[in-house]
């Protein structure tokens, strides 16, 4: 008969080793945080690592143009001229209507590059939470990834936005009421594509209008846009 | 050096796992409360029908009209808004309860 072998007990580690892994393991995380996580999740990138590694494309994916006047590798950054805005393309015109049901947001945003203009005019039949904001493409080092220009909850507003960075323009509306609140949103302006973000977390670009399915107004006799 | 090795591991583990709650997405959940409990509570969506089951942590808010309330107010059949980080609709931890008026019908 043999005598079981008592199991080992290992000693705790020292103080001294604690403080010591402790502080090893805060700057491993540090440096996964930085490198890895901040450009993953908020497009936070100081070390250029998460574009290296195509993480800054999971915070802000790249907007697709969609049914635009203009080609869609067009960049339409103005060329300042004295008072003259010039642009390389024609404005896009978009009109957007949503009924919010209770409690419901959507965000509705306008790509423009840096300095381009648009002009806009909502309104909605009942008051909403209003946030019109930007976003930053993801990486962009010249700013916070956010800016509010106007959080005021409102009714409607009427303006004019030229673009104070390159990236994603336009609205947060929450409908804070119980009853369903109708949005509508009539804009142009020298951006490239339209994204609506709902809050059941869907996401789509829209459609916008080329000027050239514009009719004259008045329509002359004989059709749309008849010369 | 192996027990070393061991308890870095165990700390990055840690830190990691407190990252990665930092860095869920954002969901809305509207309806109504169909169960609750000291840490769960089901919402029955108003849009769908569909029932979600959320945890709720000790750094979960409720609140009325704006204010502060406690949890014992959050009532099987109350009108709520939840705010509530997570990856998918199946692990949620809510952050934010509003007991809200019911929702007119269109």
């Given at each position: 008969m043999t005598s079981p072998t008592a199991p080992q007990r290992l000693a705790p580690p020292s103080l001294s080793t604690l403080a010591r892994t402790t502080a090893i393991a805060l700057l491993v995380a540090a440096a996964l945080l930085v490198t890895t996580v901040l450009p993953a999740e908020y497009a936070i990138d100081p070390l250029g690592t998460g574009r290296w590694l195509g993480l800054t494309e999971i915070a802000?994916?790249?907007l697709v143009p969609v049914g635009t006047a203009t080609a869609t590798t067009t960049v339409l950054a103005p060329v300042q001229n004295g008072?003259?805005?010039?642009?390389?393309?024609?404005?896009?015109?978009?009109?957007?209507?949503?009924?919010?049901?209770?409690y419901e947001y959507?965000?509705?945003?306008?790509?423009?590059?840096?300095?381009?203009?648009?002009?806009?005019?909502?309104?909605?039949?009942a008051g909403l939470v209003h946030d019109f904001h930007?976003?930053?493409?993801?990486?962009?080092?010249?700013?916070?990834?956010?800016?509010?220009?106007?959080?005021?909850?409102?009714?409607?507003?009427?303006?004019?936005?030229?673009?104070?960075?390159?990236?994603?323009?336009?609205?947060?509306?929450e409908n804070p009421s119980g009853e369903t609140v109708t949005v509508r949103l009539t804009s142009a302006g020298y951006y490239t594509s339209a994204i609506e973000i709902r809050s059941d977390r869907t996401r789509r670009?829209?459609?916008?209008?080329?000027?050239?399915?514009?009719?004259?107004?008045?329509?002359?006799?004989?059709?749309?846009?008849?010369q | 050096m192996k027990r070393t090795f061991r308890v870095m591991g165990i700390v990055v583990a840690l830190i990691i796992s407190g990252l990665s709650l930092a860095a869920h997405d954002k969901y809305r959940i509207i309806?109504?409360?169909?169960?609750?409990?000291?840490?769960?509570?089901?919402?029955?969506?108003t849009k769908d029908g569909k029932t979600i089951t959320m945890d709720m942590t000790d750094k979960t808010v409720v609140t009325r009209d704006k204010k502060k309330v406690g949890r014992a107010d959050l009532k099987t059949g109350l009108s709520v808004v939840v705010d509530a980080l997570g990856d998918?609709?199946?692990?949620?931890?809510?952050?934010?309860?509003?007991?809200?008026?019911?929702?007119?019908?269109?």
């Amino acid at each position: 008969m043999t005598s079981p072998t008592a199991p080992q007990r290992l000693a705790p580690p020292s103080l001294s080793t604690l403080a010591r892994t402790t502080a090893i393991a805060l700057l491993v995380a540090a440096a996964l945080l930085v490198t890895t996580v901040l450009p993953a999740e908020y497009a936070i990138d100081p070390l250029g690592t998460g574009r290296w590694l195509g993480l800054t494309e999971i915070a802000s994916p790249t907007l697709v143009p969609v049914g635009t006047a203009t080609a869609t590798t067009t960049v339409l950054a103005p060329v300042q001229n004295g008072p003259l805005g010039v642009y390389p393309g024609e404005f896009t015109v978009d009109v957007f209507e949503i009924a919010l049901a209770p409690y419901e947001y959507v965000e509705y945003k306008y790509q423009l590059e840096k300095g381009a203009t648009m002009l806009y005019a909502w309104t909605a039949n009942a008051g909403l939470v209003h946030d019109f904001h930007g976003e930053r493409v993801a990486g962009a080092a010249d700013g916070p990834a956010e800016e509010s220009f106007d959080t005021q909850n409102r009714r409607q507003a009427n303006g004019s936005l030229t673009a104070p960075f390159k990236g994603i323009h336009g609205w947060y509306w929450e409908n804070p009421s119980g009853e369903t609140v109708t949005v509508r949103l009539t804009s142009a302006g020298y951006y490239t594509s339209a994204i609506e973000i709902r809050s059941d977390r869907t996401r789509r670009t829209r459609p916008l209008r080329p000027l050239a399915t514009l009719p004259a107004w008045p329509e002359r006799p004989g059709g749309a846009g008849a010369q | 050096m192996k027990r070393t090795f061991r308890v870095m591991g165990i700390v990055v583990a840690l830190i990691i796992s407190g990252l990665s709650l930092a860095a869920h997405d954002k969901y809305r959940i509207i309806g109504t409360v169909a169960k609750v409990t000291e840490k769960l509570v089901d919402v029955t969506q108003t849009k769908d029908g569909k029932t979600i089951t959320m945890d709720m942590t000790d750094k979960t808010v409720v609140t009325r009209d704006k204010k502060k309330v406690g949890r014992a107010d959050l009532k099987t059949g109350l009108s709520v808004v939840v705010d509530a980080l997570g990856d998918s609709l199946d692990e949620l931890d809510v952050v934010e309860i509003r007991i809200v008026p019911p929702s007119t019908k269109k």
